[in-house]
């Protein structure tokens, strides 16, 4: 059985436009400029984009693991969980970070 990608309406932007979206109304939310009507409006359509998006991702991650559990396929390269942390240069007392 393969798992099908999230339905979606044919009018539907992509991944990358529903993201933009989703951060102009984060911004706008942030803003505080907008009416209390407006800024309800916005967020359940950013709830909507949020869900769509994560279930794109959740599809897009189960594809990628049939992918690296298929027949003879080895498995990826381990990946750091996060960047490496870099080293604060030494400073002289009184000197500010920047």
Excluded: C, N, W
């Amino acid at each position: 059985m393969t798992a099908k990608p999230p339905a979606t309406d044919g009018d539907a932007p992509s991944f990358e436009e529903a993201l933009a979206r989703l951060e102009t109304i984060v911004e706008e939310l942030e803003a505080g400029s907008l009416t209390l009507e407006q800024s309800i409006t916005r967020y359940e359509e950013g709830i909507r984009l949020s869900r769509r998006l994560t279930e794109t991702l959740d599809h897009v991650e189960k594809r990628i693991e049939r992918l690296v559990e298929a027949p003879g396929a080895s498995p990826p390269p381990p990946t750091p969980a996060s960047p490496p942390a870099r080293e604060a240069p030494d400073r002289g007392e009184g000197e500010l970070p920047f």
